[in-house]
């Protein structure tokens, strides 16, 4: 009698939203070499400033939740206490920070967002790193693309904190974060829902003009509706808005400050601003003379809606935001089919060298084409 044989065993494609796809968005080619080639980077203080920051706000959190701690502020033996226990924590895995005042930034940027923002957040939360999957279905458009054969791929990803909001309940009364909350929700919100919230560790981003190339504001949106999307398969409750804090605006440094007065003076966007800036700070920015005098101490509302930025989810928000990763999914799957077939690398990858930050942390740059073309001296031009 005729056997059938055995169809081959099909594993679903796995793309994490922050490792693949927003590595992606950032680089191309430092995500082939970084995340797909798995090359360490030479000078971890990126790496070390996101996984130190994210672990010492979890762990100030569960020592609140066990009842070990009450809300924060905290003192500062306290705290170092708890930053030395995370240093150890990532030097076990090789995550060290070898420049000395990147550790004192980190340190301090890390005081801030436990004993400024910790007081507002932590009341709030409900869970904290909550993992979340889903499969998604390519649109037969970008499945033709492919060379090999996927219809659907496994999208997953970690929320950093999800808070279960009771609008109206006394014990939130006075919450800042709560009012920069509400004052971005849709009209008549439910009594009860969840918020998302995602901490990253950089400077408030500037949207992108018309015409220009989606960057990075655009591209967090994607990901807090893409969590939407996937903590909504796993809760009842809905999920009207994510928070994105950008914790480097609790701290800012003398030259976010001088690219903060700088568009301050000229007026000519509002996008690197908020209309809510107070007379009091802007004097502080507008008349400091940063060659002369020490930095301005700005306001902690200031600083905060500098670092918090809300987001409404809708259900059509949530279906562009997908569709739009779907597209990075193709074009991620484009780039291993060219590298494949053509044996180059370089060629086959999308670059960026327009996002300096990236660029400055990225071992890849000195044999860049895109990078060494923005960055290569010009003779100056003449006319015959």
Not at 60 to 88: A, G, H, N, T
Not at 253 to 270: E, H
Not at 287 to 310: C, G, H, N, T, Y
Request: aromatic letters at 8%.
């Amino acid at each position: 009698m005729p056997l059938s044989v055995r169809p081959p065993i099909q594993t679903l494609p796995s793309y994490s939203l922050t490792g693949d796809l927003l590595g992606f968005l950032r680089c191309g080619l430092q995500y082939r070499y970084s995340r797909l080639g798995k090359l360490p980077p030479s000078h971890p203080v990126q790496l070390w400033f996101g996984q130190f920051i994210h672990a010492v706000l979890e762990e100030s959190y569960r020592q609140v939740k066990e009842k070990r701690k009450s809300l924060p502020p905290w003192s500062d033996p306290d705290l170092l206490e708890i930053f030395e226990r995370i240093d150890r924590r990532l030097a076990a895995r090789n995550i060290i920070c070898w420049n000395e005042d990147s550790q004192k930034l980190g340190y301090s940027r890390a005081t801030s967002a436990v004993n400024e923002l910790g007081p507002l957040l932590f009341p709030l939360i409900n869970q904290a790193e909550v993992r979340v999957r889903g499969a998604r279905k390519l649109p037969a458009a970008i499945i033709k693309l492919l060379g090999r054969d996927m219809e659907r791929y496994e999208m997953l990803g970690v929320i950093d904190v999800v808070t279960q909001v009771e609008l109206f309940s006394p014990k939130h009364r006075g919450n800042k974060l709560l009012e920069l909350m509400v004052e971005e929700l849709p009209e008549n919100p439910p009594d009860e829902f969840e918020v998302i919230v995602d901490y990253k560790g950089m400077k408030r981003p500037a949207q992108s003009e018309e015409g220009e190339n989606v960057g990075l504001w655009e591209i967090y949106e994607w990901q807090v509706h893409t969590y939407a999307h996937l903590r909504s398969l796993l809760t009842t409750k809905p999920i009207i808005a994510g928070v994105v804090v950008y914790l480097n605006e609790l701290v800012p440094t003398k030259s976010d400050l001088i690219a903060l007065q700088i568009a301050l003076k000229r007026r000519t966007s509002t996008k690197e601003l908020l209309p809510e800036l107070g007379s009091k700070d802007e004097a502080l920015l507008r008349d400091w003379k940063f060659k002369e005098q020490p930095m301005p101490k700005l306001s902690r509302d200031f600083r905060l809606q500098r670092a918090i930025r809300v987001i409404p989810i809708s259900p059509m928000s949530i279906r562009d935001s997908l569709n739009e990763f779907d597209g990075v999914v193709g074009r991620i799957e484009k780039c291993l089919m060219d590298e494949a077939s053509t044996g180059k690398l370089i060629s086959s990858w999308d670059r960026n060298a327009t996002h300096e930050p990236t660029c400055a942390a990225c071992d890849t740059r000195t044999f860049c084409p895109d990078f060494t073309t923005e960055t290569s001296p010009r003779l100056p031009g003449f006319k015959l």
